[in-house]
């Protein structure tokens, strides 16, 4: 099986450079637009010396405010994972957010466009762990074995932050531009099909958008996930049973608007469908 190793983020990194009130200004900023849904200015054009750390800084205060309003964790996504989206967003490495419970919609529902900034559709595999997943040196054979069945996923792309000329370090503090997922078709264990070749066919209104193959995410669908295992090792973090690891998209983002309907078919996996009013 070959599988792209995956590098942490370079460029941005570094140490944190931004002081802490900054950091509580700007994660106050972003649950303020989560709320009106009126993105705030680039931040990487404010704060041009922000660096990855910082964002991953606001991510976890933007977290804690959202745990405190009494949201509750669900999982992890991973982001810019494919070509397809490097491409897409100019950003070369991966990234991580946070999934809330509330986040997670079921097959055939109905969307309420207008509670999304810039909404844009992504298909994707979800990985359901039934046991812990810790770093460092976890690796895609530990994903296979800690994870109880993969199942289809759509993800809905919200923005909290400005589009234009955004880097990785807006796109981590505005959680990984994470905003939903929708979950559907047919749960597989992960060692009963080659997870490489599961393919998907996105439609919106009838009409063939976008198509891929979970290859296209770093060589293997569950590369991301030990990729991510290992990144938040050294915080003392891990990935933890039950949890939902939306493990990235392989193909590039469909924009949505008001009254479109969306369906995916992942053949033997079956279809994820949903419509946006």
Excluded at 26 to 48: K, Q, S
Excluded at 112 to 120: E, H, L, V
Excluded at 257 to 265: I, K, L
Aim: with cysteine; hydrophobic share 40%; charged share 25%.
């Amino acid at each position: 099986m070959s599988v792209q190793t995956v590098q942490g983020p370079e460029a941005g990194q570094g140490n944190a450079r931004l002081d802490e009130q900054t950091i509580i200004g700007i994660a106050d900023e972003l649950v303020e637009a989560g709320r009106t849904r009126i993105p705030v200015p680039r931040l990487t054009a404010r704060y041009p010396d922000m660096t990855v750390e910082d964002s991953y800084r606001v991510q976890n205060l933007w977290k804690q405010r959202s745990q405190d309003a009494g949201r509750k964790l669900a999982g992890r996504k991973i982001g810019l994972t494919s070509r397809a989206m490097q491409l897409a967003t100019g950003i070369t490495e991966p990234d991580y957010g946070i999934i809330f419970s509330d986040m997670i919609l079921e097959n055939g529902c109905t969307v309420r466009w207008d509670q999304y900034s810039f909404p844009r559709v992504e298909v994707e595999l979800a990985f359901v762990l039934n046991r812990d997943l810790a770093g460092p040196g976890a690796t895609i054979f530990d994903v296979l074995d800690a994870t109880e069945y993969v199942v289809p996923a759509l993800e809905i792309l919200d923005s909290r932050i400005e589009m234009e000329g955004r880097t990785i370090v807006d796109t981590i503090a505005d959680n990984a531009a994470m905003g939903a997922m929708v979950l559907g078709g047919n749960p597989v264990r992960p060692r009963d099909m080659d997870l490489r070749w599961v393919s998907a066919i996105l439609h919106r209104n009838q009409s063939i958008e976008e198509t891929g193959v979970a290859a296209g995410v770093l060589g293997h669908p569950a590369a991301g996930v030990y990729w991510l295992a290992n990144k938040i090792a050294p915080h003392g973090d891990l990935l933890k049973a039950g949890d939902i690891i939306l493990a990235g998209s392989f193909t590039r983002p469909m924009p949505v608007h008001r009254g479109d309907t969306v369906f995916a078919d992942y053949g033997t996996l079956g279809t994820v469908t949903c419509r946006f009013e």
